[in-house]
């Protein structure tokens, strides 16, 4: 027997319990795992206070991702005892996902766990860190390299911002961060950012093109953001976007993409081959400092998440939020 956070819906409400569930509740997947470590995004923050339409299904177990050792597989990719990481994939949404002390996945969602990473390490890192790994490889694949000029990313504290600042300054390239919250400031130029842009100046409506000033650019929030940014950006500029937290309309013109050869690149981390997804994971285990890892996070236990979603959603935390599910 384990616990688990369960989502479900008592009178078109939803509502969240700590239960005490066997292995039998669990999905019928491929992969059993003894969960170390969870963590929860704002997308679980939605889920888990019923303030947006996430869940697709209840009951339902949130937790975006998850770090634990194999205790069952029917799969022969992965063996009994083996460390393994899971990502995205819709869990908390249309899968189970990683708030439960046990859990039950696919084989195709599962990496190892890279060779002397630990699991709380991974689960810092997470989903988020992931995508920004991605958005990094994305900006070097299209030609964007430390000596261009600046990068900047919006949303920058949020987890993948937060990650995409750090690894960035730690590759050599000059970040300019764009945050909603000014008391982030000192938390981003600490993560190696050095400029700070407030999310006010950036959201007024710009002109088709305007003086260019990024050579690259990580975006995590679409809409108006997303819409300055682009047309901001340098000739030959590439831009890896990889949320909507602002909405998924884009009101811009094809002016930054033709007469600047804008590329824009689109990063998800769900739909991502196993290869590209390991070799991210083997990047950021040999390519951001151990030390920022304790930056970019705080550890709560599992009766502490319905209050963390909350403040979540409310914009009242930042970086990432790891759930310790030993305790």
Not at 131 to 157: F, H, I, N, R
Not at 181 to 194: C, F, I, N, S, W
Not at 224 to 248: F, K, N, P
Request: net charge negative; hydrophobic share 40%.
């Amino acid at each position: 027997m384990f616990k688990a956070l369960v989502l479900d819906q008592v009178d078109g409400k939803t509502v969240s319990e700590i239960k005490t569930l066997n292995v039998s509740d669990l999905p019928n997947e491929d992969v059993l795992i003894e969960v170390d470590y969870s963590s929860i995004n704002f997308k679980d923050g939605l889920a888990i206070t019923g303030s947006g339409k996430i869940v697709h299904k209840f009951p339902m177990v949130p937790g975006i991702d998850l770090v634990g050792t194999v205790l069952a597989s029917e799969s022969s990719q992965f063996s009994v005892g083996e460390k393994v990481i899971m990502t995205g994939w819709s869990v908390g949404e249309r899968f189970w996902g990683g708030l439960s002390q046990q859990a039950r996945m696919k084989a195709e969602w599962l990496v190892p766990l890279p060779e002397g990473m630990a699991p709380k390490t991974a689960m810092a890192i997470g989903t988020a860190g992931l995508t920004a790994m991605l958005c990094v490889m994305a900006l070097e694949e299209g030609g964007v390299t430390p000596d261009k000029g600046t990068v900047v990313v919006s949303g920058a504290a949020g987890g993948v911002g937060s990650v995409a600042v750090a690894l960035l300054a730690r590759l050599g390239y000059e970040v300019a961060a764009i945050t909603g919250r000014e008391e982030t400031a000192p938390y981003l130029k600490e993560l190696g950012a050095k400029h700070i842009l407030t999310r006010e100046e950036m959201s007024e409506s710009p002109r088709p093109l305007e003086k260019q000033r990024w050579s690259g650019a990580i975006d995590t929030v679409g809409d108006v953001i997303l819409s300055r940014i682009l047309a901001e950006m340098d000739y030959s500029g590439t831009v890896a976007a990889c949320g909507l937290a602002g909405g998924y309309k884009l009101p811009t013109t094809v002016m930054p993409f033709i007469l600047r050869n804008v590329r824009l690149q689109g990063v998800d981390s769900v739909m991502c081959p196993y290869e590209r997804r390991s070799q991210a994971w083997q990047r950021l285990q040999n390519e951001l400092p151990e030390q920022l890892i304790g930056e970019i996070g705080q550890v709560i236990s599992l009766e502490e998440v319905p209050e963390y979603a909350d403040k979540i959603i409310k914009g009242q935390v930042q970086g990432r939020t790891i759930v310790d599910l030993k305790k």
